[in-house]
């Protein structure tokens, strides 16, 4: 039987770790799909507090990690299958083994999202990715697609430069969802070129097993053509990963936790950290103030029960 067991090893799940390991509650974290989740796939962050000259998103989350891991933190591989929260103790199941907790911090983040264009599965990993930081170094002197207009659009727009001849980032609309100081940052860079108002309608080659084309049109216009193209990467937004927790844990249309207060869930002993509940934020210092919040709250549940 554990005290907690949390869900997913990104900033929010790790900084949870490092607060229950010091209160001795022994937490064991499922590492899940990403193991470090958005923050290993990221390459500098500037924002988080503490880091002058910024620091690398991989080593960020690691440090976290090992941090949590000299407090006595338990770090698993593998992913939550199965859940049975009707009853204390929670059942979970981790790729086929059943553990029994008497509490749950949910930090298992948000997944890419994907077009859901018939040839975009198809040829992930063949000129489509998700991950800038994972595959951008196929793509030297290549020409490469950012499609999207948040900040990971632009933040990938601008890693790209580093390897790609051209880079193209691809909007849906005029206006601009990226903070103004990384927009400007893509606006000034003089690899990266700006196609607004226009939508990827079909990616090729699916018989060559490799992308070399896609199909836009420009919205306002109406004009449709093909654009030569080798490097395909999707950066529009992520999808909160809550299957598994359906029917139990109430979320939104859109899958998001709803929260029932600080880091509460409509479950009593089941905590949320992290991007699995927040759609504003979304931020590894709020990821992380999140992880410490739902360990305090776990912690008194704890106390409270006299466990
Ligand atoms: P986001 O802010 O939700 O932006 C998603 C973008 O993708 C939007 O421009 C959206 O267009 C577009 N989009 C969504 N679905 C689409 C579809 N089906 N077809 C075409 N375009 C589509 O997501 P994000 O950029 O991943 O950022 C998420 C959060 O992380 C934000 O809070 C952001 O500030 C943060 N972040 C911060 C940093 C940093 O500070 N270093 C880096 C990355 C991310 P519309 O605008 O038309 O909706």
Request: net charge neutral; proline share 3%.
């Amino acid at each position: 039987m554990r005290n907690v067991v949390i869900v997913g090893s990104g900033c929010a799940g790790n900084t949870a770790a490092v607060y229950t390991a010091r209160a001795n509650l022994k937490p064991v974290v499922i590492k899940g799909h990403e193991p470090g989740g958005q923050l290993s796939l990221t390459t500098l962050v500037e924002n988080f507090p503490g880091f002058p000259e910024g620091i690398n998103g991989p080593d960020l989350v690691e440090n976290i990690r090992k941090q949590a891991e000299n407090f006595g933190a338990e770090y698993m591989h593998g992913v939550v299958t199965e859940a049975d929260l009707s009853k204390r103790p929670f059942r979970i199941n981790v790729d086929g083994e059943w553990i029994d907790t008497r509490t749950l911090i949910v930090a298992s983040g948000a997944s890419a999202r994907w077009l859901g264009l018939p040839n975009e599965q198809k040829l992930i990993g063949h000129g489509v990715s998700s991950c800038a930081t994972c595959d951008g170094f196929f793509y030297r002197g290549k020409k490469i697609m950012v499609i999207g207009g948040g900040d990971s659009a632009m933040e990938e727009a601008n890693f790209l430069t580093r390897f790609g001849s051209e880079v193209a980032v691809v909007h849906r609309r005029e206006q601009f969802r990226a903070s103004k100081i990384m927009l400007a940052r893509a606006q000034h860079n003089p690899k990266i070129k700006f196609l607004t108002n226009t939508v990827v309608e079909d990616i090729h080659d699916v018989s060559k097993q490799t992308v070399t084309s896609v199909r836009l049109r420009n919205t306002a216009t109406g004009a449709v053509w093909e654009q030569e193209v080798d490097g395909f990467f999707v950066a529009i937004g992520h999808i909160p990963n809550t299957a598994v927790f359906r029917g139990q844990i109430e979320t939104d249309g859109d899958g998001y936790i709803v929260s029932k207060g600080g880091a509460r869930t409509n479950i009593p002993g089941v905590f949320h950290a992290g991007d699995v509940q927040d759609r504003a934020y979304k931020q590894a210092v709020t990821a992380a103030g999140m992880g410490c919040m739902a360990a305090i709250e776990a912690e008194r549940f704890l106390e409270a029960e006299g466990a």
